[in-house]
């Protein structure tokens, strides 16, 4: 069983400029999540998706933040415009209950420059 | 709130000695506690949890945890640590209602030869 996939697994952009990261969760898990790990701090909570609704996005920074699961499969975090502050580790997971085991992806090292 | 408290950023050790990593916790509502690894270029890895009962909890590769109420506390235990369990490994807690997970800081383990 293939696990949560992350793409890509590092990207170098300009401020200003816009990246979208994209989480494939486990396949029939209804739960998705977004997490961030900016250099130095804690992991951070971003949203959560059951199915293709948001659940909770309270921990989204701000509206240049954009995440979106088409569907109920995968899911798409785009950022834009990308500000330094953006760069970290930006973590996708999946369960298939809603306090169940969590299944994280590789993350997605994002560097703006 | 909840808040998780990894008080050792980093910790050394020699190989086959014994290892505790500390994990304090603050929270108002009754929650499940985690320990998650992250080998280098990998995805955070469940090590084990409390969701209750016995408060010694056994996870994989020889880890165990306990938990202590009284002492807010879920330290982290190997009687022998072995060079592969160079890491970081995160604290987490979630609410018992709650769908996110609050984590700590991160404790990075380095086993020297």
Redesign the interface.
């Known amino acids: 069983e293939a696990g949560v996939t992350q793409f890509p697994s590092h990207s170098v952009i300009e401020k200003g400029q816009t990246v979208t990261l994209r989480c494939d969760p486990i396949s029939g898990h209804d739960n998705l999540y977004w997490y961030r790990r900016v250099m130095g701090k804690e992991i951070k909570f971003l949203l959560h998706f059951v199915k293709e609704s948001k659940q909770d996005e309270s921990g989204m920074p701000n509206n240049r933040f954009l995440a979106e699961r088409t569907g109920g499969t995968y899911s798409t975090l785009k950022v834009q415009p990308a500000e330094l502050e953006d760069s970290g580790v930006y973590f996708c997971a999946s369960s298939q209950e809603l306090q169940g085991e969590l299944f994280f992806g590789e993350g997605s090292r994002l560097t703006v420059l | 709130a909840q808040s998780?408290t990894q008080l050792d950023s980093q910790v050394p050790v020699f190989e086959e000695a014994p290892v505790e990593l500390r994990c304090n916790y603050s929270s108002s509502v009754s929650v499940?506690l985690f320990w998650?690894v992250q080998y280098p270029?990998?995805?955070?890895?469940?090590l084990l949890?409390y969701l209750s009962g016995s408060t010694l909890v056994k996870g994989i590769n020889g880890f165990e945890a306990e938990f202590n109420k009284s002492q807010t506390s879920f330290h982290l235990r190997k009687p022998s640590v072995h060079i592969s369990d160079t890491a970081e490994y995160?604290c987490?807690i979630?609410g018992n209602a709650g769908?996110?997970?609050?984590?700590?800081?991160?404790t990075r383990l380095m086993v020297k030869p």
């Open positions: 998780v499940y998650y270029n990998q995805g955070l890895q469940l949890k995160f987490a979630l769908n996110m997970l609050t984590f700590g800081g991160g």
